[in-house]
T-cell receptor
Framework: DAEITQSPRHKITETGRQVTLACHQTWNHNNMFWYRQDLGHGLRLIHYSYGVHDTNKGEVSDGYSVSRSNTEDLPLTLESAASSQTSVYFC???????????FGQGTRLTVV | AQSVTQPDIHITVSEGASLELRCNYSYGATPYLFWYVQSPGQGLQLLLKYFSGDTLVQGIKGFEAEFKRSQSSFNLRKPSVHWSDAAEYFCAVGAAAGNKLTFGGGTRVLVKP
């Protein structure tokens, strides 16, 4: 079955290190998104992409970057991890605009 | 800018009782509205969506939601809750120009036996 997978599921890293979270979908969806989930804030959009080589900043993009070299993958990079980036990160994809998105299982990142 | 408010952070309900979760949104154009559910340690699952048409929307697991444009609301309801409905529920609004979502802060539902 087609799916969206995130890896790793759990990660502990040190302040200042570069970290990359992977997101891979097998639906051939054009649109992909990264959100972070924090208590009391729901989910907030970090970056999104509407197709290969397209990337856009979301509401909380500072300290994060993405690249889209193919349809299936949208890796999220924390350039220099900070304790404020401790969170649960969700990747999502959708087939076209103005429709629902499908979410991965999430990555719990702890920055110590 | 669009925004979503879920006024209730926690709701406790007895098994078999009815449930209503409130959602208010702010959006300048025709909204695309969603309710997602998240079980502990899991991702988000779509319960239902509203794009246009009938303002009463049926979803999975016996949930329904009603879009009221005059009140900028999209409240979620279930007539009789089951213990398995204990989870966190998120309301979200989609942008007209694309489907990046703005989420509310979530409502955690606890079900008493």
């Amino acid at each position: 079955d087609a799916e969206i997978t995130q890896s790793p599921r759990h990660k502990i890293t040190e302040t200042g290190r570069q970290v990359t979270l992977a997101c891979h979908q097998t639906w051939n969806h054009n649109n992909m998104f990264w959100y972070r989930q924090d208590l009391g804030h729901g989910l907030r959009l970090i970056h999104y992409s509407y197709g290969v080589h397209d990337t856009n900043k979301g509401e909380v993009s500072d300290g994060y970057s993405v690249s889209r070299s193919n349809t299936e993958d949208l890796p999220l990079t924390l350039e220099s991890a900070a304790s404020s980036q401790t969170s649960v990160y969700f990747c999502a994809s959708s087939p076209r605009r103005n429709t629902e998105a499908f979410f991965g299982q999430g990555t719990r990142l702890t920055v110590v | 800018a669009q925004s979503v408010t879920q006024p209730d952070i926690h709701i406790t309900v007895s098994e078999g009782a009815s449930l209503e979760l409130r959602c208010n949104y702010s959006y300048g154009a025709t909204p695309y509205l969603f309710w997602y559910v998240q079980s502990p340690g899991q991702g988000l699952q779509l319960l239902l969506k509203y794009f246009s048409g009938d303002t009463l929307v049926q979803g999975i697991k016996g949930f329904e939601a009603e879009f009221k444009r005059s009140q900028s609301s999209f409240n979620l309801r279930k007539p009789s809750v089951h213990w398995s409905d204990a989870a966190e529920y998120f309301c979200a609004v989609g942008a007209a120009a694309g489907n990046k979502l703005t989420f509310g802060g979530g409502t955690r539902v606890l079900v008493k036996p």
